[in-house]
């Protein structure tokens, strides 16, 4: 017998449990409603993901045990709708303290539990929250066997052929994977082996949206036993499936083509989830407009364009603040680019500022020459007054640092670092130019066309805090640097490594340094949009005060 499925790519909010089971209530009913004999949800879809120290609390998951018996009591009476989501779940009973957690996937149908399976394969990060299952529970769907495989078990061969022997004709597949930029071929690759390897139609569901900066891409995947691609959902828009599988096994006509299936990572793609990072933090955080410092570079004027495509013109200002060292070209900049994007955009000098703090500190700087310190002062004017219009008006801050510059430490902290939230922290320099020479060929939110001046993204980059100053002055040239940090962070490779690829030992080794001595810089950053396997704020974990330096040649030790 042939029926119809739905999937639910769900944006849940973290621990808003009453509002994520509304949702997966309202989608039964649709989709029950649309003829449906079975709705799948991503996984871990009742509570929001990643809840980190939430798990820890046994009344958080008493809490998200008691929201699937709501849904379940509410949708009582949509007979012989199966529905499929994802919670954590103690795995064994008791009260507090808590027993260990796993991540947990029930199946419902007609107002009770029906099956329940318990993700198995954890990586490092997520052992410290769950404890691993050991059960993949089959559910019958209109005489078809189905088995439910959370997170990423069906990479698993073993699980795979063990459900294949208790006879599943149906591999769901539920998750909640992060976008990674580049990574969704991988994705849909590991899919399909899945599925060749069962020999079984595979329907893949993952989450959507973002949480504290980690996003969900949604991208619903129908695969047939071969692994090819039946149908496929459009990335980022919460889009469902509602495929067909026939009595053969195999999924009929579907209501998005097969030609709509994932390619490559595109800078659309990347931009879609800077937007939707921002977006969801925003909101989910109850937050409704943003302000930016505008200096006429390159930086602030994407992060301008990322908040007016993620937020709309009308919840976005912005602050010009030239200083003695900012060229006329720079203000001139900064102006244009509100113009074109129609956001507000005010101005302080902070020349006088500068002066007070300056004569302010005379006495006390007697018989020195000006250097960093006088630099610094400049940032940390712009940062106090961006935080005042914050408080006054209630305005998130959007910090513009790139992650090249976080990595190397190329920032004032109390000064540029000063925000709520770094939209682009995961975003290296060359991707930023990039990303601005696409966003200005491409309006996909219909927001602003050919928002950056040419200038901006002509001009070599500079702080603008002394005289003549270049980023080059203190930085290698971002091709290089972005190369050196991309091989090293994203790709694992020592500082020997680096070298042997061809890169200057001595550039190498200063960029090493750099890297490791800006620790303390990132640890007080703001959070911003993970788009990387290798994020500052989520991914690296580097101590403080240590005395190891890797790149040093170990005839020192003797």
């Given at each position: 017998m042939a029926f119809r499925i739905n999937t639910f790519q769900l944006n849940a909010t973290l621990g808003d449990l009453p509002g994520n089971a509304r949702k997966i209530v309202e989608a039964a009913r649709a989709a029950h409603a649309g003829g449906a004999r079975l709705l799948v949800t991503p996984e871990l879809g009742v509570s929001g993901s990643p809840a980190l120290d939430l798990l820890r609390q046994p009344d958080f998951v008493t809490a998200c045990e008691a929201a699937v018996r709501h849904v379940a009591a509410k949708t009582a009476d949509l007979q012989d709708l199966a529905i499929v989501l994802g919670h954590p779940a103690r795995l064994q009973a008791g009260p507090p303290p808590a027993q260990p957690v796993a991540s947990a996937v029930s199946v419902l149908?007609?107002?009770?539990?029906?099956?329940?399976?318990?993700?198995?394969?954890?990586?490092?990060?997520?052992?410290?929250?769950?404890?691993?299952?050991?059960?993949?529970?089959?559910?019958?769907?209109?005489?078809?066997?189905?088995?439910?495989?959370?997170?990423?078990?069906?990479?698993?061969?073993?699980?795979?052929?063990?459900?294949?022997?208790?006879?599943?004709?149906?591999?769901?597949?539920?998750?909640?994977?992060?976008?990674?930029?580049?990574?969704?071929?991988?994705?849909?690759?590991?899919?399909?082996?899945?599925?060749?390897?069962?020999?079984?139609?595979?329907?893949?569901?993952?989450?959507?949206?973002?949480?504290?900066?980690?996003?969900?891409?949604?991208?619903?995947?129908?695969?047939?036993?071969?692994?090819?691609?039946?149908?496929?959902?459009?990335?980022?828009?919460?889009?469902?499936?509602?495929?067909?599988?026939?009595?053969?096994?195999?999924?009929?006509?579907?209501?998005?083509?097969?030609?709509?299936?994932?390619?490559?990572?595109?800078?659309?793609?990347?931009?879609?989830?800077?937007?939707?990072?921002?977006?969801?933090?925003?909101?989910?955080?109850?937050?409704?407009?943003?302000?930016?410092?505008?200096?006429?570079?390159?930086?602030?004027?994407?992060?301008?364009?990322?908040?007016?495509?993620?937020?709309?013109?009308?919840?976005?200002?912005?602050?010009?603040?030239?200083?003695?060292?900012?060229?006329?070209?720079?203000?001139?900049?900064?102006?244009?680019?509100?113009?074109?994007?129609?956001?507000?955009?005010?101005?302080?000098a902070i020349g006088p500022l500068f002066d007070g703090f300056r004569t302010a500190l005379a006495p006390l700087f007697a018989g020195r020459a000006e250097d960093t310190t006088e630099e610094n002062l400049q940032a940390r004017i712009r940062g106090s007054l961006l935080m005042a219009l914050s408080n006054k008006f209630g305005h998130m801050v959007l910090v513009t640092g790139n992650k090249s510059e976080e990595a190397v430490g190329y920032s004032t902290l109390y000064g540029d670092t000063c925000g709520g939230y770094a939209p682009i922290s995961d975003v290296y320099k060359t991707d930023v130019f990039r990303l601005a020479r696409w966003r200005n060929r491409n309006d996909p939110f219909a927001r602003a066309s050919n928002p950056i001046p040419q200038r901006i993204i002509d001009r070599p980059p500079s702080a603008e805090l002394r005289a003549g100053q270049l980023d080059t002055d203190s930085l290698p040239p971002y091709d290089v640097l972005d190369a050196i940090l991309a091989g090293h962070l994203e790709g694992g490779q020592s500082a020997p490594e680096l070298v042997v690829r061809g890169f200057d030992a001595a550039t190498v080794a200063r960029v090493m340094r750099l890297l490791r001595t800006s620790e303390y810089k990132r640890r007080q950053a703001a959070p911003g949009t993970r788009v990387s396997h290798c994020s500052f704020d989520r991914d690296r974990r580097w101590p403080l005060s240590h005395g190891y330096v890797p790149e040093l040649p170990m005839q020192t030790l003797h």
């Open positions: 149908r007609n107002g009770k539990i029906m099956a329940s399976t318990t993700r198995q394969h954890l990586d490092a990060g997520e052992r410290y929250y769950f404890a691993a299952g050991s059960r993949t529970g089959l559910f019958d769907v209109a005489g078809v066997p189905c088995a439910v495989l959370p997170g990423n078990d069906c990479d698993d061969g073993a699980l795979l052929d063990a459900a294949v022997a208790a006879g599943a004709g149906l591999l769901l597949v539920v998750a909640a994977a992060p976008f990674s930029h580049g990574a969704t071929t991988s994705r849909q690759d590991r899919l399909a082996a899945a599925a060749r390897r069962a020999g079984r139609p595979l329907l893949y569901v993952n989450a959507l949206g973002a949480q504290d900066g980690v996003v969900f891409d949604g991208a619903a995947l129908a695969l047939q036993p071969d692994g090819a691609v039946a149908a496929a959902a459009a990335r980022w828009t919460g889009q469902s499936l509602a495929p067909v599988l026939a009595q053969d096994g195999r999924w009929q006509a579907a209501s998005t083509p097969a030609a709509a299936a994932h390619g490559p990572d595109t800078d659309a793609d990347l931009w879609q989830a800077l937007v939707l990072g921002l977006r969801d933090y925003m909101g989910k955080n109850g937050l409704a407009q943003a302000a930016v410092g505008l200096s006429g570079g390159l930086d602030s004027a994407l992060v301008l364009t990322l908040a007016v495509d993620a937020l709309g013109p009308d919840n976005v200002r912005t602050l010009a603040m030239p200083g003695p060292f900012t060229a006329d070209m720079s203000t001139a900049d900064a102006h244009e680019m509100a113009r074109r994007v129609r956001v507000r955009c005010d101005e302080v």
